[in-house]
């Protein structure tokens, strides 16, 4: 490795780059000549010199020092850069890029979500409801206060790291000596350990329990919907907050209505005399009410009425969906010889039939919309 290499041809960039234009350049060829990614002879003295270049570069007081007076203006007057005492905030780099955040001391700790699965009535789900839902969850133990120690007594230190919560290794690298910092494995970092076990949680400082929740649902939910109750989750540790606890619904189909969004679609059967001579029929609805409909002479099978204000409530805001009346004209499956015979007459005068234009389906958006729903 000579001195005499100008940095930022090291890191491939001009005099004038900027910060982020070093930051990038850096990462890249860091990434590249890693000794761990790449095998070749001279990638460990290239992954040097880049950390070394870029160590100077990074820093605004270095950098105008070297600017201005070279590699013995940042050493103030030593060899280049083989001494890797320059090298102070090499770990930080170091870290940032390979190893994601350095460990801490353990502080407060949220508690786990939980996910619980509640299955509604389609009634339910149009209309809202309130429900209990029985589910187990971690809770601070009451007989330590969650500390694990018998009637709660202060916990001991720990022997490992003396109650610092973490253990310093010198190791020897690549780069020279540094400081590894990791958690204490005992006591997880806490600097804290049981010492006299609580009985009722043999020193965990929690328990399992079994709770029992009102869940409130909304008017017009449907399947897939989260209810959120906050803080209902597991517990937190060392005083952190607890989870949360989301309720996902499923709701169960009806037997005579589906839902398209906010609308509901109603199949309303009818026989072949009823929609060759129109009638009036008793649709029902789901909010347990019949609704009368006037049916034309000539109905076809297929038709759409829609009852305004009959469907699901919207979610945000004011105001139901619609109920969609779908006739199904219904051809006889079984006659009578009486009925048969009716028929027969009917057909010598009625002849072969011409598909109307405005019978047909599948035009207009509320077909699709149904079909889509029945798909
Ligand atoms: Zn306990
Ligand atoms: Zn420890």
Known sequence: MTTQTDLYDVLGVSRDASADELKRAYRKLAMEYHPDRNKSDDAEARFKQINAAYDVLSDPEKRSKYDRFGMGGVNGGAQGFSGFDSFGGFGDIFDAFFRGTATRRAGPQRGSDLAAQLVITFEEAVFGTEKEITYERTEACPDCRATGQANAQPRGKCPDCDGN??????QQSLFGQFVNVATCP???????????????????GNRRAEVVRSVKIPGGVDSGAQVRLSGEGDAGQRGGPAGHLYVELSVRPHEQFKRVETDLVYDLPLNIAQAALGATVEVPTLDGEEIELELKPGTQHGEVHVVRGKGVPHLRGAGRGDLLVRTHVVTPTKLSDEQKELIQQLAASLGVPEIPEDGRQGGGSIFDRIRDAFA
């Open 186 to 204: 005992r006591c997880r970092g806490e600097g804290t350990v049981v010492t006299d076990a609580c009985k009722t949680c043999r020193g965990r």
């Open 165 to 170: 919560g973490e253990l310093r290794r010198v």
